[in-house]
C-alpha cells in the first residue's frame, strides 16, 4: 500500500516538472503555431543559469534567500533568452511550414549545446539541495523526499497562476484571443509581435524554472535537452496542442505512468508512454483537449524544379555513372570509403524526400528505419551468424514492417501531430535500442558486423553498394515518375480533389511510407557492413536531422535535390568536422542560413539561375504568347 | 423523364444550428438544375452531403435508385457523380494534361502502379477531353500557371474523365469576369447536352442561374421555400422578399433581365 503511494508521489513530482516544461511550449504553440524544440535549451540553460548564480547569492544572501534568488534570476535568463530566440529567429519563420520551423529550431538547439559545453564543459555539474526541503517523509517504512512533496505542490500552483493570468488579464486575454485566431488579433490592433515575444518569454520563463527547480535532483548536463523536449512534446501531443489544461492532465497521466510503469516495463516505460499516446491519438486525433488543425487552403504546389534540359540529364546520368564506376581505379581506400558513404546518404535523403518533398508528408522521425534496417542486418548477423545477403535482405523487411506498423498511425494525423508522432516513435526505437542491453548491446551496440568473404575488400564492397543504392534510388525515381508518385503528390497538391477523383489517399500514402521506409532500411543495412559497427546512433534523432539537412540543401522541390544533398553533407561532415570542435555550431548555422535564405535550396538556387540563363537567350512561351496576344 | 438524383427529407445540423432541415428533391436525366439562395441558406451544406463531403444527419440520398447518402466522396465518384469546386481544385505542380491523366489513371484503378510512366498513360484520351473544354493548347502548361477561367475548364475535363451522369458543380462561375462567365456555360451545356449528363449547381449570378437552369431550386434558413421553371420562381412574392426585402420589387427584374 505506502509502496504504491510512494510510487505514485514519485509520478506526481515528476510530472510538476514536466507541466512546466509542457505548458509553455504548448503556450508558445497555440500563439505562434511554431512547435519550438529550442524549449529544451531554454530548461537546460536554466538548469545551467542555477548552478552558476546560486554559489555567488548564497555567499551574498544566505543559503535561502540565495538559493531562491538563484531560482528567480535563472528563471529571468531563461525568458530573456526566449525573447532573444523570438526576435532574432521565430519572427521570420511564422509563414514557413511545420518541418522547416522545427528544423530552424532544432538548429538552435545544437548551437546551444556547443555554446553549454564551450562554457561550462562537457562533465555534469552538481548544484546544492533546496534549503529546508533536504529531509523525508515517512510513509510506513517508505521514506519520501521532502523536496519532492514540494515540487508535486508546484505544479498545481504554476496551473491556478496561468490560469489566473490567462483569464484575469488583458495580456492573458490577448493570448487566449491569439490562440483562436492571430489575424483577428492583430486586426483588431493588439501589437502582434509584442504579443508574440512576451509569449516566448513566459514560455521561457516557466521552462527555466522547471530546469532551476530539477538541479537539487539531478546534476546540469548537456543532454538533458533532447530528453525534455521528447517528453514535452509527447505530453502537449497527448493533451492537444494549444491547450493548457490538456498539458496539466496529460503531464500527471505520463508521470504516472512512468512511476508505476517500471515494474511492469522495467527496461523502458517510454514505451509504454508511447502505447498510451499512440492509443489517445486513434481515438482522438488532436489530443484529449486540442482543436482539429485548420491546414492552410488554396496551397496548390509548384511545379518541380528542372535544373537541366532531359538531354543534358542524360548526358550528366551518363558521365557520373562512368565516374561512379571508376573511381576506385583513380581513388584511395580513404576516398572509396567517403564515396560509399555519399551512396548510402544519398539513398537515405532520397528515401525521405519521396514522402516528404513529393507526397507532403511530414517526418520527423526518418532514422527510425534507417535504424531498423542497421539493426535488423547487424543483429541477424551478431546474434544468428547470417550471412551479409541474407541480412541485407532482412535489415529493408525490417525497416519496411515497421513502417507499415508506424505509418498505420501516423498516415491518420495531420501536420504537426504526425511530425511529432514519427519523431516519438524514432525515439521510442532509440531508447529500447539503448536500453535493450542484451539484445541491442545497449549505449555500445553490436561490433564485428563485416561482409561476407568475396565482398571483404573496400573496392568490392564499394560496387556491392553502388549496384545496390543506385537500383534503389533508380526505383524510387521510377516510381516518383509512375502513377504512385504522382498520387502522393496529387495528395500534397489537394487532397480534396484526390478524394473527388476517387482516390484512397491514405492506402496509396500508406503505400509510398512502406516503400520509402525500405529504402532507408537498406541504406541502413549497408551502412552496418561499411562502418562494420552499429549503435544507437543511427537511431537518434542527430541522425533524422541529418536526413532533413540533406533534403533541405538540396532542395525539397526537385527530384535531384536530395542526391545534391546527400552528397555534399557527408563531404562537408568528412572534410569540415575534424577542423573544429563545434562541429554542432557550424551545422546549426548552416540550417539556419538554408532555412532563412534559401529555403529552397540547391535545386531552387540552380534552376532560378539556369531560368534566367534561358529567358535571356529565347523568350519562354508564356512571354510569347503574351506578345501575340498583344497584336505584336 | 427518369429520375437520376432522388434527395428525401435531408437534414444536417451544426452543433445545434439547423444548416439544412428536410430537404427533398429529384433530379432527371440531362436535367440542369440551380440551387439558390441568399448566404448561410444552406446550399454548400446540402452539396457537400450530395458529394460526400459531410454525412448527412437524416434522409436518404439515392442515384438511380441506390443509396450513396453517407458514402465518402471517392465512392461517390466511382458510380459516376464528378464534382467542380467553388474554389476550382487541380494539382498545381502538375501540367494541365497530367491533372487529367491522374483521373483517368484512378478510374481504371492504376494509381498505384510503381513503374510505368505517368506521362504516357491515357495521354490521348486527355487530350482528347481537354480539346472539348478547349484547353488543348494548354496542354502542356503547369495548372499553377494557369488563368483561373481556365483552371475550371480543368475541372470540367476532369469531372468527365469518368462519363458521369451526374456533375455537381460549386458556383461555377465564381471568381470569374461577367464575359467568361457565358463562356464556361456555354461550354458546359453543350459537353451535358451531348453526354446526357445531369447537372446540378449552386450559382450567386442570377444572370447565369436564369440563363441557363431548367428549374430552380430556392432555399432560405435551410429549407426548400420554392421551386420550378426560371418564370415560375421569378413569379414567385416568397422568392421576391428573400432576395429583395418587400420595398424594391423593381430589382428583381433588373437582376434577371
Redesign the interface.
Known sequence: MWEITTQVLTGLASASNLFLVACGLTLIFGVTRVVNFAHGSIYMLGAYAMVTFVSPMREYLGPTLGFWAAVAASVIFAAVVAALIEVVLLRRLYRSNHLFQLLATFGVVLIVQDLVILVWGADDILGPRAPGLTGFVSLGEHRFPAYSIFMIAVGPVVFLALWLILHRTRWGTLIRAASQDKEMVGLLGARDKLLMTSVLALGGALAGLAGALQIPMQPANAFMDVSIITEAFVITVIGGMGSMTGAFLAAILVGLIQALGIQLFPKSTLVLVFLVMAIVLVIRPWGLLGRPEVEAGGAMGEPPERILSPNTTRFALAALAIFLLLAPQFMSEYHVGLLIEVLLMSLFAFSLNFILGNGGLVSFGHAAYFGLGAYGAALAVYHWRWPMEAALVLGPLVAAAGALVFGWFVLRLAGVYAAMLTLAIAQILWSLAFQWNEFSGGDNGVNGIWPSAWAQSRVVFYYVVLLLSVAAIGALWRATKAPLGYTLRAGRDSPRRCEAIGINLLTHRWAGFVLAGAAAGLSGALFAFSKGTVDTHVLSVHMTVDSLVMVLIGGVNAITGPLMGGTIYPLLKAYIMPLTDAWRMFLGAVILLTVLLFPQGLAGFLSKFSRRFNSSTEPTSVSLRVASERGQ | MTTLLEVRDLSKSFGGVKAVSNVSFELGASEMVAIIGPNGAGKSTCFNML???LVPDTGGISLNGRSIGGL????I??LGVG?T?Q?A???????VC?NVQ??L???RS??????????D?YRDEALQLLERVQMLEHAD?????LAYGDVKRVEIA?AL??APSLLLMDEPTAGMAPKERFGLMELVTSVVAERSVAVLFTEHDMDVVFGYAHRIIVLDRGQIVAAGSPAEVRASPKVRQIYLGDEDPGSMERVTA
Not at chain 2, 89 to 95: L, Y
Open positions: 458529394g460526400g463531403q465518402p466522396p471517392r465512392a465518384w466511382r464534382r469546386f474554389v481544385s487541380t494539382f498545381g505542380s502538375m501540367t497530367e491522374m483521373a489513371a484512378s478510374l492504376e494509381t498505384a502502379r510503381p513503374w510505368s510512366r505517368m506521362q498513360l502548361r503547369s495548372c499553377a500557371t476532369i474523365t469518368n
